[in-house]
């Protein structure tokens, strides 16, 4: 009996993680209310296309070209949803204050002590202070002003990360 | 940030929604064939998000900002940790120091009494220490009513393309009370060009408000209107090419009710 041998669509589990990621920053920017879901629904429907034999060559521009589609389809149910007259979900309700400093708590505990401190002096006092902080800061872990900066970006983007996670997660219990 | 100041720009146009379509594609492109290219868009994000904060945007990119990011629970998200970080103590808490300020202040007056030949180098410190406080009252005060405070109430609705004689299937919306903005998301059928000209009228043929050329975003077109402006009625959104070899003409019908 002959055995189908398929490539994997993802050779590490780095370059999945790196496209779910990428398709969900690019649902986000275009208006998706749900851009994780819309991803995995994305990546979902590029698996079935491989599985049914079609050849992708650039497997991130396929995934953004069917990104594309899931999210039309998203906005056309939504159309349908929304005729009856109700509107989407009012911004000043659907943020839950309590939940976001609970999953922020949770995430700074989470960092290493050096970053954790890190990024409360980087963003500490008003404009002037704050420019101060930051050279003080820079001396002290021993950094150029750039390399200071793309730190603090790094662990700021590791907090976003983790508090996306977090709401989710306490928005679905 | 590094990066050329143009291409900065860009971002920034695109993540406030205004880089027409081909320019918008390319961009996309990028940033799903590199990381590095998405860690370049995110860090322009970063900074617009911090010059929101900072009130450092101009009045029409405010507006855009905030129809954008504070509408999108995944993009709000950001901006109230920006927020966040900036007052560690977190999002009602005063900041700690502040109260340490106060108390230097308490501090400094009671000094004034012990040493006569204190009391003008005092003095100075002292209204140093209270233009800072005053300085950050305002700014949190400043920041309490971006984020906090009365946000703005935004009505969203999708609208489908119609028939202007299709009035028996026009779509209807009941907009709430304390609505101040409503955000009308005009979904494209078939390609999507670059730019369109977008007016509401009434059903009479009344011009209500006129968008001029919008841009679309992916899939479909955000026009925003303030609640105020408009009553109930039944209305028309013409979409119609920007220029003569535009796209072809499009009508949204629509019957608004206000509570």
Sequence with gaps: MKTATRKPPFKTDDEYRQLR??????????????PEDL???????????????????DLPAFARTTAQHVLSENLRRQARRFTSGAALSDPSESFAAERFSRCLEACKKRLARADKELIETYYSGDKGEMIANRKKLAKRFGLSAGA????????????SSCLDGCLRKRGGE | MNGPPEDEQKIVRYLLGQLPEDERTVLEQQYFADPAHLERVEMVEADLIDSYLDGALSETETHQFEARYLSSPA?????????????????AAAPFWRYAVAASIVVLVAGLGWSAYRVSQLDTVRRDLERHLAAERSRSAALEQRLSGPAPVIASFVLSPGSERAIAERQRFLVPSDVTTIRLRLALDGAAASAYHASLKTFEGHLVHDWGAVAPRGPSVDLEIAAAQIDSADYVISLGPASPSGPAHRSYVFQLKKQ
């Design chain 1, 21 to 34: 990621y990428t398709l969900v920053r690019y649902l986000a920017w275009n208006g998706a209310q749900d």
């Design chain 1, 39 to 57: 991803a995995d629904e994305t990546i979902l429907r590029v698996l079935k296309n491989l599985e049914s034999g079609e050849e992708i060559r």
């Design chain 1, 148 to 159: 200071l900066n793309s730190r603090a970006f790094r662990i700021r983007q590791k907090l």
């Design chain 2, 75 to 91: 993009l709000r998200t950001k901006a109230e940790l920006a927020k966040a970080l900036r007052s560690p103590r977190g999002l």
